[in-house]
């Protein structure tokens, strides 16, 4: 860098307007730059701009102003000057950073960049310290500047540090040439940590004349943290509407349950449980949602139909072509008591799917009158459909009865010549 040197030239009772200086700064006997020399201008001083090295160190240096005399003046010399190279100052600067709340201490790569104007920094430490107002939030950890100017650490976050917005206090030590500087102004933003709830398998249900207790649960995990805090709601919906629904108390140890009452006659068909964890101050909330169907009870097909499908240890029913097979069956409640759906059940059926066991002898069956419509009428406490089979060809048959409830029930029948 360039130093203004200047020296004044006086003689008793004469101005000096002529001649020159050199200007030579040393550190004891040792020449600190090249020697430079200026003319003395007509008020008797001469002005340089003299070099000093790269890396000059701090400290005080003697300047050495020597007059070259001309024929009319002496030459002369001062010494007594002095050039003093102080400290250069620096700039620290961090970088803001995030993390996650945990319930285990967890590192966050922290860093800063030192910079001097004019001048590389490559020397000296930066301490870094997360405080909360006044208060150390974990120990401070030092690292070393890198010839780049950037100190970089692995920061320790205590176990359980808040939800918030800590301060990153990172300071530059110094050297012997340059100045300390610290940088208070970025922020550790420790944000909720994600969670996942998943609520529990639920078994189908029977539809009731009574309300019903329904036992829902559900687990709250978040990745390297356990859950011990917060509520799960439960809500049982049909449609998109609520039946039921309730809160648990605290979760322990990421589990959470509660009963709810499905009402009285409560609609058959599907439904949906739907947990949803509240979150806390550190843990974001999350939800999951489970399936069941409330069905009606079902014991099988009635004679003249073996239920097949159903019941083990039965024979596939065998009809002889063009008969009119009464189907049969009904439809219970968790009581036990018969019961009507909201709507007829349909009758459907497969094509032929092959042969069938031609060797076991037909049932007989009563004489009833086909039905024109692929409907189940409810007689005399069950549903029947009476299936007429003279269009049909021989082979083996899946009958389906379809309820109102989602649920196809069917059995295998036999036809034969």
């Not at 097949?308 to 036990?336: C, Y």
């Amino acid at each position: 860098m360039q130093v203004a040197l200047s020296a004044t030239v006086a003689a008793t009772g004469s101005s000096v307007g002529a001649g020159t200086v050199s200007f030579q700064v040393k550190s004891g006997a040792t020449n600190v730059g090249a020697a430079v020399t200026g003319a003395v201008s007509s008020a008797g001083v001469a002005s340089v701009d003299y070099t000093l090295p790269a890396g000059t160190a701090v400290g005080e240096y003697t300047i050495v102003a020597t007059y070259s005399g001309t024929g009319n003046f002496d030459g002369s010399m001062d010494n007594s000057k002095k050039l003093t190279v102080g400290k250069r100052g620096t700039t620290t600067t961090a970088v803001d950073r995030s993390s996650t709340y945990s319930e285990q201490s967890v590192q966050v790569a922290l860093s800063a960049t030192v910079a001097a104007t004019g001048s590389s920094v490559g020397a000296g430490t930066v301490s870094f310290q997360v405080k909360s107002g006044a208060t150390n939030v974990g120990a401070a950890v030092t690292g070393a500047v890198s010839s780049a100017g950037v100190a970089s650490v692995d920061y320790t976050l205590p176990a359980g540090t808040a939800v918030g917005e800590y301060t990153i206090v990172a300071t530059y030590s110094g050297t012997g040439n340059f100045v300390g500087s610290t940088d208070g102004s970025r922020k550790l933003t420790v944000s909720k940590r994600a969670t996942t709830t998943v609520a529990a398998a639920v078994s189908d249900q029977t539809y009731s004349a009574t309300a019903t207790a329904l036992s829902l649960s559900a687990t709250v995990s978040a990745i390297g943290s356990s859950v011990n805090a917060g509520t799960v709601t439960f809500q049982v919906m049909k449609a998109g509407t609520v039946i039921a629904s309730g809160t648990s108390t605290t979760v322990a140890g990421g589990a959470a349950s509660k009963v709810l009452t499905l009402p009285a006659g409560a609609a058959v068909g599907p439904y949906t449980v739907l947990a949803t964890y509240s979150g806390t101050s550190n843990l974001v909330g999350s939800e999951g949602s489970r399936g069941f169907s409330l069905l009606y009870g079902w014991n099988g097909f009635l004679q003249p139909v073996n239920d097949t499908a159903h019941q083990t240890g039965l024979n596939e029913s065998k009809f002889k072509l063009g008969q009119t097979i009464p189907v049969k069956f009904d439809l219970t409640n968790l009581q036990g008591q018969v019961v009507q759906q909201t709507g007829s059940p349909t009758f459907s059926r497969s094509d032929n799917l092959g042969a069938c066991d031609a060797t076991a002898s037909a049932d007989t069956v009563p004489t009833v009158s086909p039905d024109a419509s692929a409907v189940y009428t409810s007689t005399g406490g069950h549903y029947q459909y009476n299936w007429s089979t003279k269009a049909m060809t021989a082979g083996e048959y899946k009958v389906f009865a379809n309820l109102a409830d989602g649920t196809n029930q069917f059995v295998y029948i036999c036809l034969t010549k």
